[in-house]
């Protein structure tokens, strides 16, 4: 079962700015002009605001929440009464809440002209939040390159870490900015610099979901080898993300093909469950070992315990059975090609003939009775693929999958452990298997 892997989920986490609380009233003793002044910014009432000023409302008295009215409307992405307001006199840095500086929550919202009035009114480029997160990194995320390249030049740091280690080119990275990653490395951004969580740039470009992301880094120096701390790699985390072309691009240059992910799979198992041929041929040509069987999750699953109260245990299996289960039959044929052993049974008895009938697919039970001539294969159960077919819910592809069977021989007589052969269970199946073999089989074999 493919999991949500650690690395993506703490990178997400990690690039959520929250919006200031920008909820107080004027300060108890506010003078009436002072009032009707926030009343008109927060309502973006240009013309009253504007004769406001002009008679001495004050735009730097601070809100009940420590906000002021700058802030509010920079919040607004009011352009014209940031200007209004700048040109009033109105404090560029607020009124020194670290969660409510003007120039943070531009940067969140990235509005090159309002960024770029904050930056002509001389805002502190370096204020940062109390958890360290800077205003050139909210703007790596959100505003264009050349605003990012004007904080630069006006003070702000390019390699400046939060708390957790995170920088602007790390924020730039998740969101797929192109430009902006050039900007930073241009001007001393590190790009192999990690977090506390041992992620790099290239970690956070291949979670933005933008396929020259992570390529830019990689071409910057990125380096492509790195394992974050939980043991993820790029290039499996490149299989995560389904980034087929980046992760074919590590391939080529000679990823460990032997190693395991968080779910227990190595690449070529990864590229099976993606039914990805073209990525799974490279692999084998690579040098990737077919018969590799999955290994343990380093994930901790979690169940219902009115359900059942012991730990799942998930059989380890190599690619072949995993293609034959979810039905991909031009997978099959490739790694069958490559020396796959075709005979291999989990302990239940499940080979590829059983395993390609769970999966719904004409194709997948076709091309595994090629590699595995027995329709009347069984597990430890006494489960034949009849059996299989007829006990699941039917796809649009159960009647052409009863038919294959029935061409090559499949017994509708035999008895299951249970006492139970095909015919008797399709009695009591579900209507499409029923009808499915009904149609194959005649109708009085649904009585047998």
Sequence with gaps: MQTVLKSVGMIAGALVALSPCLCGAARPGATTRDEALVRAVRSGDHTQASTLLAGRADPNRPLADGSTLLAW?????????????????????????????PLLIACQYGDPEIVGLLLSARANVNVSRPDGIAPLALCAGSAPA???????????????????????????????????????????AQVNRQTRNGLTPLFFALKSGEPQAPVTILEAGGDPGHVASDGTSAVQ????????????????????????????????????????PALVKLLLAKGANPNTLTGPSKVTMRFEVNYRSDAYVVPA?????????????????????AGADTAYRLDDGTNIVLAAAMSGKRAA?????????????????????????????????????MKLLADKGARIDLENRAGYTAAQIASGAQSGPKSAFIATFGERTASL
Aim: proline share 4%; charged share 25%; no cysteine.
């Design 73 to 101: 409307a920079v919040e607004n992405q009011d352009r014209r009464m940031v200007q209004l307001l700048l040109q009033s006199k109105a404090n560029a840095d607020g009124a020194g809440d670290r969660y409510n500086a």
């Design 146 to 188: 050349e605003t990012v390249r004007r904080l630069i030049s006006a003070g702000a740091e390019a390699d400046e870490a939060d708390e957790q280690g995170q920088t602007p080119l790390m924020w730039a990275a998740a969101r797929g900015r192109i430009e902006t990653i050039r900007v930073l490395v241009e001007s001393g």
């Design 237 to 276: 985390l490149a299989m995560y993300q389904k980034d087929f072309a980046f992760a074919a691009r590590m391939i080529e240059r000679g990823a460990d093909l032997a190693a395991f992910d968080r779910n227990g799979n190595t690449l070529l198992h990864a590229a099976v469950l993606a039914d990805q």
């Design 317 to 337: 299996k190599p690619p072949l059975l995993l293609a034959a289960e979810n039905g991909f039959a031009g997978v099959m044929r490739l790694l069958a090609d």
């Design 365 to 401: 039970l076709e091309t595994a009775l090629r590699l595995l001539p027995d329709p009347n294969t069984v597990d430890v159960q006494g489960q034949t693929p009849l059996h299989v077919l007829l006990q699941g819910d039917g796809t649009s592809e159960t009647r052409a999958m």
